[in-house]
């Protein structure tokens, strides 16, 4: 018998007296947020975690971000810029980098070829410093967060941001493609060295704006 035939054993004994019933509802009786905090504490405690996984957390007003956007561009020099279709087009009108846009038709090694991409974000949750995408207009398609090397997220505070992993839960669709970011790309080898990159993008620069 195969390790996987005892597990499913073990598992179809443990619900041999339990009575099937599809539409009872799934008991959630744990913890749904470690502590009470005002909207203010929230927002604080998601810069804190966010920074913790070394992505670079900026704050600003909603009249400065096109301005913060295009320093932070401007900053890594990229010469092309991936932006989804239903990016808010105030966020980029002070950019300068050629913008190419988010189309099915786009090869992976086309989009090798953009060094920064802008989007928004699903939810934002405080407690695990996690960003969520979930493939909105003003998000796009998986692949664009995960093939340029620099990604620009913007989250609005504190609308966006809950303070725990059931609190997002609430709020997204299980049907959609969800992306959970904490933080730029990472991994180790056996000993331990740390390689950037490998897996998405090397910097991750949120933005809370309000």
């Known amino acids: 018998m195969s390790s996987r035939e005892r597990i499913l054993g073990r598992v179809r004994g443990a619900l041999a007296d339990v009575p099937p019933d599809e539409d009872a ?3 959630r009786g744990y913890l749904r947020e470690h502590g009470e905090r005002t ?3 929230t927002v604080d405690l998601l810069a804190e975690n966010l920074a913790d996984y ?3 957390v900026h704050r600003t007003a909603s009249k400065e971000l096109p301005y913060l956007i295009m320093r932070l561009l401007a900053q890594r020099g990229p010469q092309y ?3 989804p279709p239903g990016l808010p087009p105030e966020w980029m009108s ?3 980098p ?3 846009h988010d189309r099915a038709v786009s090869t992976a090694r086309e989009l090798d070829q953009v060094e920064s991409v802008v989007t928004g974000c699903a939810v934002a ?3 695990t410093g996690t960003i969520v995408l979930d493939g909105s207009p003003d998000q796009g398609r998986r692949r664009i967060s995960l093939i340029p090397d620099h990604h620009i997220c913007v989250v609005r505070v504190p609308d966006q941001v809950v303070a725990s992993v059931p609190q997002a839960l609430e709020r997204l669709d299980p049907a959609r493609p969800l992306t959970w970011i904490s933080g730029p790309s990472a991994t180790s080898d056996i000993e331990l060295d740390r390689v950037e990159g490998v897996h998405g993008p090397r910097t991750l620069e949120v933005v809370l704006v309000r």
């Open 81 to 83: 810029v991936l932006v």
């Open 54 to 56: 070394r992505a670079v």
């Open 39 to 41: 909207a203010e504490e």
């Open 94 to 96: 002070a950019a300068d």
């Open 25 to 27: 509802p799934v008991e």
């Open 125 to 127: 949750i405080a407690e």
């Open 98 to 100: 050629t913008r190419v």
